[in-house]
């Protein structure tokens, strides 16, 4: 969906916002703008990606269909391995 940034009130008379589609309620933004960089939906055949973070979202699938699974791992996995920052605790 495509919208004059205007019409949500941003102070952009010349911006567009556009939005992608909703994949499902438990599959989060970033998992959607991986599917879109790293294309599955386009392969000839089987892919996998997992996203793992406070929700774990795995998408299997090839361009005749994609599915998706989640599950909430949250402060357990998250930020494991970090050379920077902090964990989750």
């Known amino acids: 969906m495509r919208v004059p940034a205007t019409s949500l009130d941003l102070g952009l008379g010349w911006a567009e916002v556009e939005t992608g589609p909703l994949l499902a309620g438990h599959v989060g ?48 996995v998250e930020g494991a391995q970090l050379s920077c920052g902090q964990r989750a605790t």
């Open 29 to 76: 933004a970033d998992t959607a703008a991986a599917v879109l960089a790293e294309g599955p939906h386009r392969a000839a055949g089987t892919r996998v990606l997992v996203d793992v973070g406070t929700n774990a979202e795995i998408v299997v699938g090839d361009r005749h269909g994609l599915g998706a699974a989640t599950s909430t791992p949250g402060a357990a």
